[in-house]
């Protein structure tokens, strides 16, 4: 008897033993996926963590379909980190698979459902679900059961599908499809014939009347002599030659030419790596060796640099002595954005040594970096990615590199697994016994105090690079400007002057509000009706472009009312603004200046980050006006003046972390004003210009708002001193989740010795027409984090094992930040 134990890319928290043969058992190794029936008629892609001779005692092994990879494509340390990770974050190892692989790689099992030929239908017999089905099946051929559920706003639809199999009316095909396909590039070569100068002779009197082809023909042979004998690609002759792929298609009937095909990377880099040498000034030469150093003797460095003191060099100097030594770099960024700039530095440097993986990259190309590191290739040395970039397979990772390590998109919200990807960095180094170097201008207070604890290094630089000058700061009370009428609709007199002069002198402006969209709300003056969305218990905002009220949370969206929903009146006004806004008062402000504008809104599709980004470093925009992706990293030598809207909307957040967080944002966000030469100008609107954080920013003073916030938070026991889980719990029946979440917070309160706040109703307390309920639990640091999660997890199943409440979704966030 022989067994295989796999994983299973769903939410559970155990895994499986299927049975193999002798012959299989040799032949598989851990690491390696295999097809296997689940259920009555599912089949998934699972991953083989362990080979056995144990006969598992509560069910009868069934057999595996077929194995699908020749060699694994997961390794060892990789499948630890997903351990521990389901085990930290308290999730189903499922969870950590399905969100780690791309989804390329999982194997598609998709059950089709098509309706049988030939057979008669009283629709009168039929339910209203079964009716819903049949119909939609009249509008398209074939339907997957992920659409069933969408079309019966339901998760049980089988007892339905298995109704209508039973009656003869549906019947169900199994379907298995492997995604991934390898690019492949048309190339085209001269038939043989032509080879001789006789034949080339023979070649031009046969051509000689068709201008076109002949044309085509000369455009090769200029291509084929300029590329030193490469390959001629279809696409670059048609693109050179100006003519139609359909003349290279006829000559190609006419035996002309040849195509043939050659696989491509779908993620190539082209460019040679610099070979001048990069100078550090004094300032980062200290801070280097200071790293190197620290790293001697520490896992972890934090390396705390004011904004535009040149963090990137240090770490690109750092990079090549991994390099030397044959190791593999990762390099974490907060944000997709911030990818566009640093690859082009780095390719700049290292040429075609660095692979990206990210969200906006297809699946195609997720996989092709995926294998390139596996491979421990040449082209794939150093990864730069967002948080997603951690699962990859490295097999000689060497130093890993988080970048604006204070960024609160390293955690992931949802879907589980809700993991920081800093933390959990942090411990795929270990497995590695590699360095991990954390990078910030404004770090997260947890790191700030672990190294005042000395469990990690910290070296800091308090100069901007070429001792260029911190910006000044100007506050503009909001409240007098507004009593003595010195605003035009949300710019006050100071903000306007001053774009005006930056303008005047050729410089770039950056205007910073975290919100998108034209306006939060749409407010009726006559009865104050606000209109809010049908699913969600929050107000629609508005967006003139599109002339459309749209929910944020999850999408619903109306067109702009002419009257109230309400009272029919049609005195309606916008409340508050957001960047599509800003960007309307700009354009009546300064007609004759180009504004853009960066956030969700604008950067949709692959290369939306790229297009906005090259065209303000080509100065191709005046006003960039955006959310907090322009807060982060970028690097911009010509915006001379930066202005914050309204500093006020970030600070009043029902979070422990709004102070900090506000700091964080403003600072950065202060930080991309000048960065060459000249002094640059900061200037902060807001409604209270003697609050502390604006104080503290204003005064670059980072060790202040250190030690009040965790003055704060050792009273109100939050971390770095408490660690936190939040339980959320969700339900479309508002009394039947009361009633649950009450016992589980009674139940956790009697079996925890340790703060249980809730059951709360968060500021938002419906999403998607399911209530919601938190339950807070605090954990001191010096007990122990796992025989608690043991007792939680328990009392969890306990509450999963009541009938009534194991509807309710239980969702778990470790470490909440």
Do not use: W
């Given at each position: 008897m022989y067994f295989v134990e796999v994983i299973l890319p769903l939410a559970l928290a155990k895994t499986f033993t299927y049975s193999v043969s002798e012959a299989e058992y040799d032949y598989i190794q851990k690491?390696?996926?295999?097809?296997?029936?689940?259920?009555?008629?599912?089949?998934?892609?699972?991953?083989?963590?362990?080979?056995?001779?144990n006969k598992p005692a509560l069910y009868e092994a069934k057999e595996i379909h077929q194995i699908l990879d020749e060699k694994p494509i997961v390794t060892e340390n990789q499948i630890r980190h997903w351990q521990w990770i389901a085990d930290y974050y308290m999730c189903a190892i499922g969870d950590v698979y399905r969100g780690a692989m791309p989804t390329a790689l999982l194997l598609e099992n998709e059950t089709l459902i098509t309706q049988k030929?030939?057979?008669?239908?009283?629709?009168?017999?039929l339910t209203d679900e079964e009716f819903l089905i049949y119909q939609a099946l009249q509008q398209q051929s074939s339907?997957?059961?992920?659409?069933?559920?969408?079309?019966?706003?339901?998760?049980?639809?089988?007892?339905?599908?298995?109704?209508?199999?039973?009656?003869?009316?549906?019947i169900l095909q199994e379907e298995i499809q492997e995604s991934y396909k390898p690019k492949l590039v048309r190339y085209i070569r001269l038939h043989p014939k032509y080879d001789s100068d006789q034949g080339l002779n023979n070649l031009l009197s046969t051509l000689k009347n068709a201008n076109k082809q002949k044309e085509i023909v000369l455009a090769y042979f200029q291509l084929s002599a300029s590329e030193k004998k490469q390959p001629v690609a279809v696409k670059q002759l048609t693109e050179v030659s100006g003519v139609s792929s359909g003349i290279v298609k006829a000559l190609i009937d006419k035996e002309v030419f040849e195509d043939y095909l050659i696989q491509e990377d779908r993620v190539s880099f082209t460019g040679e790596s610099d070979s001048n040498q990069l100078q550090l000034s004094e300032a980062q030469q200290k801070a280097f060796e200071e790293v190197k150093a620290s790293l001697l003797e520490k896992e972890v460095c934090l390396l705390h640099g004011v904004t535009s003191s040149g963090k990137t060099e240090i770490y690109i100097k750092l990079i090549e002595d991994y390099l030397v030594q044959g190791k593999q770099v990762l390099y974490l960024l907060p944000e997709i954005a911030l990818t566009t700039q640093l690859v082009t530095r780095l390719q700049a440097h290292f040429g075609n040594k660095v692979a990206v993986f990210h969200s906006k990259y297809n699946n195609n190309e997720r996989v092709e970096v995926w294998s390139q590191v596996l491979q421990n290739s040449e082209k794939a040395q150093i990864v730069i990615g967002a948080r997603s970039a951690l699962f990859l397979p490295f097999s000689n990772l060497g130093f890993v590199i988080v970048d604006e390590e204070h960024e609160q998109t390293f955690k992931q919200?949802?879907?589980?697994?809700?993991?920081?990807?800093?933390?959990?960095?942090?411990?795929?180094?270990?497995?590695?016994?590699?360095?991990?170097?954390?990078?910030?201008?404004?770090?997260s207070i947890e790191s700030y105090y672990n190294t005042v604890t000395a469990k990690y290094g910290l070296v800091q630089i308090s100069k901007r690079y070429g001792n260029v000058m911190m910006p000044e700061i100007e506050l503009v009370d909001l409240k007098d400007k507004y009593f003595r009428k010195r605003m035009t609709g949300h710019f006050s007199d100071v903000m306007i002057d001053a774009i005006a002069v930056a303008l005047s002198l050729g410089e770039q402006v950056i205007l910073f509000q975290n919100r998108r969209g034209y306006s939060p709300l749409l407010e009726c003056m006559t009865c104050g009706h606000v209109p809010q969305c049908r699913q969600c218990d929050v107000s629609l905002t508005y967006h003139k472009h599109k002339n459309?009220?749209?929910?944020?949370?999850?999408?619903?969206?109306?067109?702009?009312?002419?009257?109230?929903?309400?009272?029919?009146?049609?005195?309606l006004t916008t409340k508050g603004f957001g960047t599509e806004q800003i960007q309307q008062e700009l354009i009546q402000l300064f007609p004759d200046s180009k504004i853009g504008r960066m956030d969700q809104d604008t950067t949709r599709g692959k290369f939306g980050f790229e297009r906005i980004i090259d065209s303000f470093k080509n100065r191709e925009i005046d006003i960039m006006v955006g959310t907090q992706m322009l807060a982060k990293g970028l690097d911009f030598d010509n915006v001379s003046l930066v202005g914050i809207m309204n500093a006020d909307n970030m600070l009043y957040h029902p979070d422990f972390r709004a102070f900090e967080r506000s700091f964080q944002t403003m600072t950065q966000v202060?930080?991309?004003?000048?960065?060459?030469?000249?002094?640059?100008?900061?200037?902060?609107?807001?409604?209270?210009?003697?609050?502390?954080?604006?104080?503290?920013?204003?005064?670059?003073?980072?060790?202040?708002?250190?030690?009040?916030?965790l003055y704060d938070r050792r009273i109100y026991m939050y971390p770095p001193y408490f660690r936190i889980i939040k339980i959320t719990l969700k339900h479309r029946d508002f009394d039947k989740l009361k009633e649950g979440s009450m016992w589980l917070y009674q139940v956790l309160n009697q079996n925890l010795n340790i703060p249980v706040l809730g059951p709360e109703e968060p500021g938002i307390n419906r999403i998607r027409n399911e209530f919601i309920r938190t339950i807070m639990i605090k954990i001191p640091q010096n007990l122990s984090i796992n025989n608690i999660k043991k007792t939680i997890q328990k009392i969890l199943n306990s509450f999963d094992a009541v009938p009534q409440y194991r509807v309710i979704k239980v969702a778990l966030n470790v470490d909440f930040y």
């Open positions: 690491g390696m996926r295999i097809a296997v029936p689940f259920g009555k008629s599912k089949i998934y892609t699972a991953l083989v963590i362990d080979l056995h001779q030929s030939g057979v008669f239908v009283d629709e009168s017999q339907l997957r059961i992920q659409d069933v559920i969408g079309i019966l706003n339901k998760k049980s639809v089988f007892p339905v599908i298995q109704k209508l199999i039973d009656k003869g009316i549906l919200t949802d879907p589980a697994p809700r993991y920081h990807a800093r933390d959990a960095s942090i411990v795929l180094a270990s497995f590695f016994k590699a360095k991990v170097l954390l990078g910030s201008a404004t770090p459309q009220l749209r929910c944020h949370y999850c999408g619903y969206s109306i067109a702009k009312p002419t009257n109230c929903h309400s009272c029919s009146s049609i005195d202060a930080g991309r004003s000048g960065r060459s030469e000249k002094q640059g100008k900061v200037i902060i609107q807001t409604y209270n210009p003697n609050h502390n954080t604006i104080q503290q920013v204003t005064n670059n003073d980072y060790a202040g708002m250190y030690k009040e916030q």
